[in-house]
């Protein structure tokens, strides 16, 4: 098993760019396993945890309302803002700058095969770095992600998840709000939930945080978390 994962800051990129970037690399992941099945070779299988901010941008998973989208073609272009369809898990979400999106492309049998723990991991790392920032969080019972008063009616969520998974080898990931734009929210209805709110870092510390800062503590919770040796 190879813990070994590869840390790559992609900066602000295209979400086209970054999704075909992901493609790439999952296919040539699932590649080596498929060419070690049938020859019978151990080739070790990468992995990489990439960290990324997107321009405005709306994505529908795959089994998505396009409904939950409240903007047609000339209010997203009001809004500078694109839409993609896309084959993650999840309703639809929002991705813009001074938000934090996380890819972690993992061959899984070189950490567990379980794609529900695997979530679970992903919003303990989450939830580890807000506490770290002052910020009390946790998870909402029934809903993926990560929620701040998850056990009263002023739960909001602060970080989103979909992922998709093959061959055991994940991308996609999760965004976490920093920074980011809130407003952009009140155009869709946010991975189907019309009753909850959305929050930021920024919004519940009252303040601009350093996002390089914040990528430095979830980075090496995440690393923690999944006992990789990143590199």
Not at 83 to 91: C, E
Not at 153 to 178: D, P, Q, Y
């Amino acid at each position: 098993m190879n813990k070994k994962v590869k840390f790559v800051d992609w900066g602000l990129l295209d979400y086209q760019e970054a999704w075909d970037h992901q493609e790439l690399i999952l296919n040539e992941t699932v590649a080596i396993k498929t060419s070690n099945r049938n020859s019978g070779k151990e080739e070790e299988t990468p992995n990489f945890l990439i960290f990324c901010e997107h321009p405005h941008v709306y994505t529908l998973g795959k089994s998505g309302h396009p409904e939950y989208l409240l903007l047609d073609e000339e209010g997203l272009k009001e809004k500078n803002a694109v839409y993609y369809k896309i084959n993650r898990g999840g309703d639809i979400t929002y991705h813009g700058p001074g938000q934090l999106v996380g890819y972690p492309i993992l061959d899984l049998d070189n950490f567990f095969t379980d794609i529900h723990l695997y979530l679970r991991t992903l919003e303990e790392a989450v939830i580890l770095t807000l506490n770290d920032f002052g910020i009390p969080a946790g998870r909402y019972p029934g809903f993926t992600g990560v929620w701040i008063d998850a056990d009263n009616e002023k739960a909001r969520k602060i970080c989103a998840m979909g992922v998709r998974c093959s061959r055991w080898v994940t991308m996609h990931g999760f965004a976490l709000n920093v920074n980011t734009d809130l407003d952009y929210f009140n155009n869709i209805i946010p991975c189907g939930i019309d009753d909850k709110d959305v929050t930021s870092m920024q919004r519940e510390l009252g303040h601009e945080l350093n996002l390089s800062e914040v990528k430095a503590v979830l980075r090496e919770h995440i690393a923690s978390q999944f006992q990789m040796a990143l590199f």
